[in-house]
């Protein structure tokens, strides 16, 4: 576990791809509970230790959590959320060059729940909900492109399914039409950065976490 940022209110934690943000049906140990675990022993508090899970990310996804470690914090970036006052950036590997490389996605998206699946819908749609984002291409290999994008609306799998809609899946992203798979079976998207103002300092904080450690990530960390 790495903890990019921590004070008395708040913990902001760099996810593995493999980790789960809070327990599921598989039974898997989440993150929340190694960060319970952390908390617990660091500062050798007795009993329950309160820690509110402010937004998650997908499992194949790796990046920044913010987590918030008292009632008051997670109430204030619970209401900073749905106003949209945390910017939210990720960087994804796509299997296609965006065209134009530069824009702004506005889509209606509706979910599927038995297939865990989103896909884009017509606005009168009537479960559809839009969804907002804005990227640009940050730089290419050979394969791949690294492309930054800004997250205006937090929809169900919304990066995966806008980008793919314009003909770019995610690399991994077999779900979305990525056409194969990562060794890991992670899919190359991360939450790079996160800024927001503190709930209870008001100081403005702008965070990143480096993305995860292999031979393409690297490339492209070396080439923006």
């Known amino acids: ?64 959590v913010i ?52 896909f884009v819908v017509a606005e009168q749609s009537k479960r559809a909900k839009k969804a907002t984002l804005a990227y640009r291409l940050l730089a290419a290999s050979d394969n791949y492109f690294l492309v930054e994008v800004e997250l205006f609306t937090g929809r169900h799998h919304q990066i995966r399914v806008q980008l793919a809609h314009i003909g770019c899946p995610v690399k991994g992203d077999l779900k979305y039409g990525a056409p194969t798979s990562n060794k890991d079976a992670s899919i190359s998207l991360h939450a790079r950065k996160v800024s927001f103002v503190h709930p209870v300092s008001k100081e403005l904080l702008t965070l990143e976490a480096p993305p995860p450690n292999d031979p393409l990530w690297n490339f492209f960390k070396n080439n923006i």
């Open 1 to 64: 576990m790495t903890i990019i940022y921590e004070d008395n209110h708040l913990i902001v934690v760099n996810k593995s791809p493999s980790e789960i943000v809070q327990g599921d049906k598989t039974g898997d140990a989440p993150l929340s509970d190694a960060v319970k675990l952390y908390i617990k022993n660091r500062y050798n508090k007795p009993g329950a230790v309160f820690l509110g899970v402010v937004h998650r990310l997908d499992r194949p996804v790796s990046g920044l």
């Open 67 to 118: 987590f918030a470690k008292t009632s008051k914090a997670l109430t204030r970036m619970n209401e900073m959320l749905r106003n949209n006052e945390i910017k939210k950036y990720y960087w994804a590997i796509t299997c296609q060059q965006p065209y134009p490389e530069e824009n702004t996605l506005t889509n209606h998206l509706e979910k599927n729940e038995k297939l865990n699946k989103s």
